[in-house]
């Protein structure tokens, strides 16, 4: 029985599955990790471990911390899991899959933007861009940070959806009669492109609208306003008309690629219906971070809702453009389908 036990269990990590479900796993924790950065920013924690690192304070193990110390030693923490957890997800998607499969590239993606990320972060702190710093760096390097953590959260999402589909490298477009079997019609993937670096960039100028909030509180919904209007206030306050307006000029690229996903029978259908609660949901969630003048609470959860957005945005953009399943992407011995798991059990 042990034997067979651990032959289930060696089963179940050779599998499709379980690597599928360990990178979607993998993404849940990254966008607990950026809403914790947001809790850093938001709350004026960036300089609770100093200017050091990867040492916060020139400890390991910072003693007697204070509360904005401890807010950012939790998110450096949580960063240093990010990075096991990727290594451990491209350990599993090299031993499921076989030389082809686009879900190696797309790992291997991933770990190169998280190393990336941690540099950028480090960066951030030894600049002294934190707190309450208004320079053009900031906003510069705020900008950069928020791409690419963006971008990896992309990369996990991909790699995660490719171990789904089973998706080969070099037929990203495919055949067009595929092409048109996908949904996306004559949009095309200019149309999903599009959407997807429309969306992006919201990311980046509600980013830049969160840190004007944050070093430039207002005292009544009134004085933002009059804030927004002031030529002599802070370019941040007076550019934070850019996030709305991109994000309803987004919005209309992705309803665009949503109309040919709708009606579909399949994951992408029910993954175009997501994304189109998330998408109505997040412009709720931005006019009451408006009107309640942006509480850290209420802009945790407009990112946590925003981030959730992005992920379904870009698994539904993955589905549609790198459709279909070939069982030549995965080893000898791996498993394809639940039926064959529960043969080992």
């Not at 709720?284 to 945790?300: E, I, Y």
């Amino acid at each position: 029985m042990a034997a067979r036990s651990k032959a289930g269990w060696r089963g179940w990590l050779r599998s499709r599955v379980a690597a599928e479900r360990y990178a979607w796993a993998v993404v849940g924790y990254n966008v607990l990790v950026i809403v914790w950065g947001a809790m850093v920013r938001a709350t004026g924690s960036g300089a609770g471990c100093g200017n050091h690192w990867p040492l916060c304070n020139g400890q390991v193990i910072p003693v007697s911390p204070t509360l904005h110390t401890v807010i950012e030693f939790t998110h450096r923490c949580m960063t240093g899991g990010a990075a096991f957890a990727v290594i451990g997800l491209l350990m599993l998607t090299f031993r499921t899959t076989s030389r082809g499969g686009a879900a190696r590239v797309a790992a291997v993606i991933s770990g190169v933007l998280l190393l990336n990320e941690a540099m950028l972060g480090a960066l951030l702190v030894k600049l002294g861009y934190v707190t309450g710093n208004q320079s053009v760096g900031r906003v510069v390097m705020l900008s950069v940070h928020l791409s690419n953590t963006l971008l990896l959260l992309a990369a996990l999402t991909i790699t995660a959806v490719l171990l789904r589909t089973g998706h080969v490298r070099g037929t990203v477009l495919g055949a067009r009669s595929k092409w048109g079997s996908a949904g996306v019609g004559s949009a095309g993937p200019m149309a999903v492109a599009t959407g997807l670096l429309a969306t992006l960039l919201v990311g980046v100028s509600g980013s830049l609208a969160a840190l004007g909030d944050t070093l430039f509180p207002a005292a009544s919904l009134r004085a933002a306003v009059a804030q927004d209007l002031a030529a002599g206030s802070p370019w941040l306050i007076r550019v934070r008309w850019v996030h709305p307006a991109s994000a309803a000029a987004a919005a209309m690229f992705v309803i665009w690629v949503l109309r040919s996903t709708w009606g579909r029978r399949d994951w992408t259908g029910r993954a175009a219906r997501v994304v189109a609660g998330l998408l109505g949901a997040q412009f709720v969630l931005g006019v009451l971070d408006v009107l309640l003048l942006a509480p850290v609470w209420m802009q945790l959860l407009h990112l946590l809702g925003a981030d959730l957005y992005w992920v379904a945005l870009v698994g539904l953009s993955a589905g549609v453009v790198m459709p279909g399943h070939d069982e030549t992407v995965f080893g000898p011995g791996v498993a394809q389908t639940a039926e064959e798991l529960a043969a080992w059990r």
